[in-house]
Antibody
Framework: EVQLVESGGGLVKPGGSLRLSCEVS????????MNWVRQAPGKGLEWVSS????????YYADSVKGRFTISRDNAKNSLYLQLNSLRAEDTAVYYC??????????WGQGTLVTVSS | EIVLTQSPGTLSLSPGERATLSCRAS???????LAWYQQKPGQAPRLLIY???SRATGIPDRFSGSASGTDFTLTISRLEPEDFAVYYC????????FGQGTKVEIK
């Protein structure tokens, strides 16, 4: 069974930092591009960042460029997202998702990040 | 950045009816680079369609997708009670943007 389990969310003050993790099992993690997608409360989906299988190619949405850093550890089957200089508008559920072909076929259940003073 | 505009914002239909959801791209998007997702409250999105018209594993054949230029369509031939949800399109051409979603609600 394929499982993607996010963790690391929580309440943080504006300007603060968090590190999200996504532990993957049941699939060959090291072979796939992985993504972070977020969803603000009551809003739609927003792609945040992507990292290729060997970390060669990394991309960010303009809204998080320079503040968020994606990384992965293929030996640990884990994906990470370092969130720095957090703003209220970063409040969202953050999902990790696997990219296969031109779609995201496996998703985690999400972890909530709340940025508030 | 390619903007995807979904319409209508909300679709009010009864079980058994046909649902037609639209997704229009602001620039050319390859038909191989467009996907559709379903999301229910409190759940992660679920992949329905990739490559504009290919159903993902386990997706019933009442779901179908098509493409014509910059216009993409998701059709649900006969709505089942479990199909009432929010649907998103996503493109993988330039950056990876989502549409704003269409809510299919029970009339």
């Amino acid at each position: 069974e394929v499982q993607l389990v996010e963790s690391g969310g929580g309440l943080v003050k504006p300007g603060g930092s968090l590190r999200l993790s996504c532990e993957v099992s049941g699939l060959r993690f090291s072979s796939y591009t992985m993504n972070w997608v977020r969803q603000a409360p009551g809003k739609g989906l927003e792609w945040v960042s992507s990292i290729s299988s060997s970390s060669t190619y990394i991309y960010y949405a303009d809204s998080v460029k320079g503040r968020f850093t994606i990384s992965r550890d293929n030996a640990k089957n884990s994906l990470y997202l370092q969130l720095n200089s957090l703003r209220a508008e970063d409040t969202a559920v953050y999902y990790c998702a696997r990219r296969a072909i031109a779609a995201m076929d496996y998703w985690g259940q999400g972890t909530l990040v709340t940025v508030s003073s | 950045e390619i903007v995807l505009t979904q319409s209508p914002g909300t679709l009010s239909l009864s079980p058994g009816e046909r649902a037609t959801l639209s997704c229009r791209a602001s620039q050319s998007v390859s038909s191989t680079s467009l996907a559709w997702y379903q999301q229910k409250p409190g759940q992660a999105p679920r992949l329905l369609i990739y490559g504009s018209s290919s159903r993902a594993t386990g997706i019933p054949d009442r779901f179908s997708g098509s493409a014509s230029g910059t216009d993409f369509t998701l059709t649900i031939s006969r709505l089942e009670p479990e199909d009432f949800a929010v649907y998103y399109c996503q493109q993988f051409g330039s950056s990876w943007t989502f549409g704003q979603g269409t809510k299919v609600e029970i009339k």
